[in-house]
């Protein structure tokens, strides 16, 4: 199958990229809007973007007209927002956090979840998280022209982990229970775990 980008049109894309790049980390985004409603909504176009600094990287697509979603607008405005990784025990209600709430109404209040207070960042927490990277923004790209999607990048200033999940320096991933993103509607678990070490390079002998 060859497919020539150019004679597909925006859904086609849209259903190839989601379908082949997978599983997809998901980010579960707070950020504070106008009056301090507290924003939560998911976003699986998430991943490391650098160690030193620490950062991540979230790109949310933007709405029919080039118009900005709440998150995006938000982090603009505040330089600053909160990520909640996604597990087993949290995933239904960040599937419910991903419909299409009005500004004026924050799904946090909506949905009954509870908050905790941030460290070195104005956004609360989800507690529904066992893992939470506060972040400050450091640069928002805006990609497509018109533009169709604002890529986040933000820096990690501070880490939660709920101590269950860290043992000597390392996340255990079994406890952790992270959940992914594929096409559609459909999400997955860690599934098995394999090693493969990664290889040394030697010259050829002369």
């Given amino acids: 199958m060859e497919i020539a980008i150019h ?3 925006r859904q086609e894309k849209y259903k190839l990229l989601i379908g082949c790049i997978v599983p997809r980390p998901i980010a579960w985004v707070t950020s504070l809007g106008e009056g301090g409603i507290v924003n939560a909504a998911p976003f699986s176009y998430f991943n490391v973007a650098s160690i030193e600094p620490m950062m991540v990287s979230v790109a949310v697509m933007r709405k029919p007209g080039s118009v ?19 597990d087993v025990h949290n995933v239904d209600a960040v599937n419910q956090t991903s419909a299409d709430y009005p500004p004026e109404i924050s799904e946090v209040e909506a949905l009954g979840l509870e908050v905790a207070p941030s460290v070195l960042v104005k956004v609360p927490r989800l507690r529904a998280s066992r893992i939470h990277f506060e972040c400050k923004l450091h640069q928002i790209v805006e990609l497509g022209s018109p533009t169709t999607s604002d890529l986040i990048i933000g820096e990690v200033v501070h880490v939660h982990v709920a101590d269950e999940l860290y043992h000597a320096g390392r996340i255990d991933a079994a ?32």
């Fill in 68 to 86: 900005p979603k709440d998150t995006a607008r938000n982090i603009m405005q505040t330089g600053e927002f909160v990520v909640n990784m996604v």
């Fill in 175 to 206: 406890a952790f229970a992270p959940v992914s993103r594929l096409a559609g509607h459909t999400y997955a678990t860690l599934g098995e775990q394999f090693d493969r070490p990664r290889p040394i390079y030697e010259p050829p002998a002369k």
């Fill in 7 to 9: 004679e597909i049109e």
